[in-house]
Structure formats: structure tokens, C-alpha cells
């Protein structure tokens, strides 16, 4: 059966980064809910989340999980995705959740130079805020089927990573 590859983990654990490494890899084209989500609303996460609300685009991100098929695929989540016990029904159709594992230093880093707008982080004590939310996060994430540490790993040798824990796993 075709099943996609579903990359779940903290804001600026690398998610969108390494499915795009990944899916040149393994030549599976690029998903990203975050971006079907603005093509759906024609704005950025960060609008989205302004003008209608968080539940508003947590309703809209569990619609979106509901739209797409299994298939060869990678699919990179926004990372609140996994909060919601019906997003999970949704995944496992879809296919094998890996957990991007990433300390919150690593994770604090790495948005330190992001360019993306997080608007759960937009307080000024945002790393408090970050460590507190992988904190209460961290049990759900480790439901994924797979989990890949990826601290002290460059970008470009992360997709390797994820996809040797793929395959030695899964058919
Ligand atoms: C969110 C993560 C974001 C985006 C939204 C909410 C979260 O995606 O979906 O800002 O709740 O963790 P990334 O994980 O790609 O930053």
C-alpha cells in the first residue's frame, strides 16, 4: 500500500527543511499542511492565525489532513498538528509519522534564524514560551511511528538520516 512519509515535530525542528531534502532524495514529491492552508486562505500562517484564530486554523488545518489521500509522498505538519486525537486517525490512514526529536536548544536556535513567523512564539519571552511548549507536546510526538534524533545535525545530512530510520522500518 502507498503510504506517505509524515514529518511531526516542534516549530524549527526542521520539518519543512528536511521533507524537502527527503523528498529530492527519494524523487516523492513535497506536501506541506502549512502551505496547503495559506493556498487555502490566500495569507500567511501568521495572518491566518491574527485575523481568525487559532481554533479557526486548527479547524482548518484538521480539514486539510482530511483532504488529502495516502500515497508516495512526503508530507511536512505544522507542529500543533498532533494536539488534536482525530488529526492522528487522519495520519495513520495517511501513513508512517516520524517525529523530528530536537532538543529546545537546537529548536531555539534554529528559530533564532528562521524567517518564518511563528505566531505562538510572538511574546517577548518566546524561547520560555517554546520550552514550555515542546514540553507539553514532547508525549504526543513520541506516539510517531518512527523518531529521529536530528540535534547536531546539519540540514543536508538530516534527510539521509530520516530516510535510512525509513527504510529500516518499512518495506
Ligand atoms: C504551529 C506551528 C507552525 C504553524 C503554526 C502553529 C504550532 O508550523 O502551523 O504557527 O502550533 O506549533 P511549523 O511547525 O512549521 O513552524
Keep these: 500500500m502507498e503510504r506517505a512519509w509524515i514529518l511531526l515535530g516542534m516549530m524549527g525542528s526542521g520539518k519543512s527543511a528536511v521533507g524537502r531534502g527527503l523528498a529530492e532524495l527519494s524523487g516523492r514529491p513535497f506536501v506541506d499542511t502549512d502551505i ?11 495572518q491566518i492565525f491574527q485575523v481568525y484564530g487559532e481554533q479557526t486554523f486548527r479547524d482548518h488545518e484538521s480539514s486539510i489532513l482530511r483532504t488529502l489521500e495516502p500515497g508516495e509522498y512526503v508530507l511536512a505538519t505544522g507542529g500543533g498538528i498532533v494536539m488534536r486525537e482525530s488529526n492522528w486517525d487522519e495520519l495513520h490512514r495517511l501513513g508512517t509519522t516520524i517525529f523530528l526529536k530536537a532538543a529546545s536548544e537546537t529548536i531555539i536556535e534554529r528559530l533564532e534564524q528562521s524567517k518564518k513567523r511563528r505566531p505562538l512564539l510572538e511574546t517577548e519571552n518566546w524561547q520560555e514560551r517554546a520550552r514550555a511548549i515542546l514540553e507539553s507536546r514532547l508525549h504526543l510526538y513520541e506516539q510517531a511511528d518512527i523518531v529521529v534524533s536530528v540535534d547536531g545535525l546539519e540540514l543536508d545530512t538530516a ?7 525509513i527504510r529500516s522500518v518499512t518495506p
Excluded: E, M, W
Excluded at 496547503?36 to 501568521?46: A, I, M, W
Excluded at 534527510?159 to 530510520?165: D, F, I, R, S
Design 36 to 46: 496547503l492552508l495559506q493556498n487555502r486562505f490566500g495569507r500567511p500562517v501568521s
Design 159 to 165: 534527510p539521509t538520516k530520516v530516510l535510512n530510520a
